[in-house]
């Protein structure tokens, strides 16, 4: 499975961004999908996940603020950034697990820039 993030970029501190994750294969076959980030000097932070049944579940550092979604017919899914803070500012990757009974599968996206200034 191929996984391409897009749509980061440079905004101002209360602005929002959409970040977009397209899949090589149907999203619907894997399991959960998400988004983690990475900050300098810091270790990958889990962000948001989405299950193939659509449930989903956020880090507390962005609930309320962040809204994940899938769209299984563009093999897609997206995070709404809002209320961005500097804080946010980090490198976003997009994640895949398929789980599978010999183990799980993980799949990762290349990583797009996400930078809030205040």
């Known amino acids: 499975v191929q996984l391409q993030a897009s749509g980061g970029g440079l905004v101002q501190a209360g602005g929002s961004l959409r970040l977009s994750c397209a899949a090589s294969?149907?999203?619907?076959?894997?399991?959960?999908m998400g988004w983690y980030r990475q900050a300098p000097g810091k270790q990958r932070e889990w962000v948001a996940s989405?299950?193939?049944?659509?449930?989903?579940n956020y880090g507390d550092s962005v609930k309320g603020r962040f809204t994940i979604s899938r769209n299984n017919a563009e093999n897609t899914v997206y995070l709404q950034l809002n209320s961005l803070k500097p804080e946010d500012t980090a490198v976003y990757y997009c994640?895949?697990?398929?789980?599978?009974?010999?183990?799980?599968?993980?799949?990762w996206g290349q990583g797009t820039q996400v930078t809030v200034s205040s």
């Open positions: 989405i299950t193939s049944g659509g449930s989903t």
């Open positions: 294969r149907r999203i619907r076959s894997i399991s959960v």
């Open positions: 994640h895949g697990r398929i789980v599978a009974v010999g183990g799980n599968l993980d799949y």
